[in-house]
Structures are given as structure tokens and as C-alpha cells.
């Protein structure tokens, strides 16, 4: 497998912290544009956690039913939806989001070298994110060759970058060290307990094994940004009901997809513009670069045809069949219904409910 074919990349969204919502999206991997989205209510599944499994199930299903060949769907490794995937789906090339897999590792390190033990590994932390990501975008879709690569780490981390391997010689991919650049690096000791925290953590099976659906190197960042605009439309800190958070999320889409390909913006000489930014919790400054100003033309092309069809007159506002089919949705999340007053009001006097 050399190149990477055409997919899908999904990830969830949940709007507010009762989790009452969740918005599955599926992005086009070429136009990075969103094809289709689902919007789950918590009564729909069995509990809040399920709500995943049952937009990934209505999502993929709407989009094998309009005849769209799906060959790669790119999600986080969660659980349920690698069984789904695995069960359901197994003519679908399911990859892992790269990101999500690079930032669980680095947390792993964080975590691990606070222990005094382990504090040698703290300068290659950033290091070895970055070879993660070294790893799965230069190994041409082939998963032996990311595996080799990754575990050429642990040569190179102790300062060795030529070494034998099944007989054959290897070597570290970067161009070679001076003396000086070799005497500066704390190269850490491979008899030390900080190499076998991180060896452990290399040749984790679970993680090799994750490994190999990643070689296409997909990931999810394009639907972050459109994730972000959603919450422009349907913010956390206001309730909405389920026909307005249907709507509030297409009109969402239609906004990210009218501008989702905008060009870098560029000075009146030409020279393109950025943007210096401090990220959070670091020390380190960051250019970024300035996008045009957003289009809003989807805005004026909706009012038309809202125009359009409330001037047709074949169709009566009155009659029921001209009205958009919304799948009935209790209102309430709660398990129980709600009692009436009176019932709760004779229950708090009496003494015989207590």
C-alpha cells in the first residue's frame, strides 16, 4: 500500500457538559468539507457514553445508502467504535488519528518523568511526539516500515545511530552529528530505569499494534476547526431544543464548507501575513497564519430560497405533508416522568411518605 486512498475523517462533538447532545460529523479527507453530520439525543441510546456508537452507526449507514464508497474512515481509538468497525464494517480501512495517539504519548511521558527515576527523560518529550509524527507521515502507507522507524528510537536516544537489525545494517534517518552536537545531547543510558519506563512504552503491544492503522497518516485536525465554528452557532452556555440544534449545526456546515479553502491572507505588496501567538501553558511563541475574511454568501442564497418556497403556491403552510419530518424526541432527558403538583405538594405534608 503505497498511497493513500480516498476517506472519511469523523470525529464527535458534545456542546455542553450534560451531554444531552452529540454532533458525529463525517469530513471529506480531500475537500475537508462535511458531507454529513448526525445529531444524537441522549434518549436515543443507553446512556450519554453511547451516543458515539449510535452517530457513527446512523452516519455511515446514510452514507453507504447513497451509493458514496467509503475506503478509510479515520476516528480516535475508542473502544466501541473499533468493534463497530471491526464487526460491522470490515470492508472499510479503519485508520487512527495521529494527533490523538501523539498527544496520549506525550501525556504518558509527562506523567512518567516526575518520578525522580525517570526525569532524564523530560528534555525528549517534544522529541519523541515529533518522531511519532516523523514516523507515520514518511513511511509511504507502509506499516513494517513505520514500525522499524519507531522503534529506531531507542537507538537513538541512547546516542547510537547505526546498529544491526535481523542481520542487516540500519541507521537514524537525520543527517550526521558533529562532535560538538554529540557532546551536548544528554543522551540517556540504556542500563538506566528511565530507558526501560520508555522502552516499555515503545514496544507497548497495544500500541504497536495501533501503529499499523496509522501508516496512512490521517488525522482529525480540519474537524476541529469546524467543531470550533459550531460553537458560533450553538454555544455551551445556552439550552437549545433538538429542531434548533438541527439547525444551528447546518447552518454550521454550510459555513465551514463556503469556507473551508480560503486563501492565506497577503499584504498589499504580496507578502503573505501571520500572526505571532503565545499557545496556552507554554513559554514559546508561535506564527500562525492569517486567513481572508470569511464568506457569508451561503446566508443570501438561504434567503432566497426560503423566498422562493414561501412564494409557491402549491405548497400549503397548513398542510402537514409540506412540513419537514423530524423524528419525535421527548423534550425531557429525565428517566421518570414528572409528577404533578399536587401529588408532590400532599407527599411533603404527610408523614406517612417519610
Known amino acids: 500500500m503505497q498511497t493513500s486512498p480516498n476517506g472519511l475523517v469523523c470525529l464527535t462533538f458534545s456542546p455542553g457538559y450534560s451531554a444531552k447532545y452529540t454532533t458525529y460529523s463525517l469530513m471529506d479527507d480531500i475537500t475537508e468539507k462535511v458531507v454529513h453530520f448526525e445529531l444524537v439525543q441522549v434518549t436515543e441510546s443507553s446512556s450519554s457514553v453511547a451516543m458515539e456508537s449510535t452517530g457513527l452507526r446512523r452516519a ?22 473499533r468493534k463497530i468497525m471491526r464487526v460491522e464494517h470490515q470492508h472499510i480501512h479503519h485508520e487512527f488519528d495521529v494527533w490523538h495517539v501523539a498527544k ?22 517534544k522529541s519523541i511526539g515529533n518522531h511519532l509524527w516523523f514516523t507515520c507521515s514518511s513511511c509511504r502507507g507502509d506499516p513494517d516500515e513505520l514500525i522499524k522507524r519507531w522503534k529506531s528510537l531507542l537507538y537513538h536516544i541512547c546516542g547510537v545511530h547505526s546498529w544491526i537489525e535481523d542481520g542487516e545494517p540500519q541507521k537514524c534517518m537525520h543527517s550526521e552529528l558533529s562532535s560538538e552536537e554529540q557532546r551536548k545531547k544528554k543522551w540517556i543510558d540504556p542500563t538506566s530505569r528511565a530507558f526501560i519506563t520508555l522502552e516499555n512504552l515503545v514496544l507497548d503491544k497495544g500500541l504497536l499494534k495501533d501503529l499499523r492503522q496509522m501508516a496512512l497518516f490521517k488525522h482529525t485536525g480540519k474537524l476541529e476547526v469546524f467543531h470550533s465554528l459550531l460553537l458560533k452557532y450553538c454555544p455551551k452556555r445556552i ?45 514559546q511563541w508561535v506564527a500562525r497564519k492569517l ?42 432527558i429525565a428517566q421518570q416522568l414528572k409528577p404533578s403538583k399536587e401529588d408532590t405538594v400532599s407527599k411533603h405534608l404527610s408523614r406517612f411518605s417519610k
Not at 504519548?105 to 512518567?112: F, T, V
Not at 518523568?113 to 525517570?118: G, P, Q, T
Open 239 to 283: 439550552h437549545f431544543h433538538y429542531t434548533s440544534m438541527l439547525a444551528r449545526t447546518q447552518l454550521a456546515v454550510l459555513d465551514h464548507n463556503e469556507n473551508v479553502n480560503r486563501h492565506q491572507a497577503s499584504t498589499k505588496t504580496g507578502t503573505p501575513r501571520f500572526n505571532v501567538v503565545f499557545p496556552k501553558h507554554s513559554k
Open 104 to 125: 496520549g504519548m506525550i501525556k504518558k511521558l509527562a506523567s512518567l518523568s516526575r518520578y525522580k527515576d525517570n526525569r532524564a527523560l523530560q528534555p525528549w518529550i
Open 291 to 332: 486567513y481572508e475574511s470569511t464568506s457569508q454568501n451561503f446566508r443570501v442564497e438561504l434567503v432566497r430560497r426560503v423566498l422562493q418556497r414561501r412564494m409557491d403556491s402549491s405548497i400549503v403552510y397548513k398542510d402537514s405533508s409540506s412540513h419537514l419530518e423530524i423524528q419525535p424526541l421527548p423534550k425531557n
Open 60 to 81: 455511515l449507514n446514510k452514507i453507504i445508502d447513497e451509493n458514496i464508497d467509503v475506503s478509510v474512515l479515520t476516528t480516535d481509538r475508542s473502544p466501541s467504535i
